[in-house]
């Protein structure tokens, strides 16, 4: 038996069926979702401190955006 535990969500938006996934990717992460609509997949994820460094004022944010072209068909130097 696994300690992990998968949690899948189905519904409809619109015309599009919506499928959110939870527990079995990322899990080195605070959080994580994969989210699958048509032909797109995204996978979310959010890692935090359990305490704030001291001295710190502020909520520091940091995005990183990977877009990976080759699965659009788009191949560098091809």
Request: zero cysteines.
């Amino acid at each position: 038996m696994s300690m992990f535990h998968k949690v899948v969500k189905t519904f409809q938006w619109g015309q599009h069926t919506v499928t959110m996934e939870t527990g079995e990717i990322a899990r080195q992460s605070s959080g994580a979702v994969l989210l699958n609509m048509d032909d797109t997949v995204v996978l979310a994820t959010v890692v935090g401190a359990k305490t704030a460094k001291e001295g710190q004022d502020f909520f520091p944010l940091t995005v990183d955006y990977i877009e990976k072209t080759y699965s659009a068909g788009k191949i560098p130097g091809g």
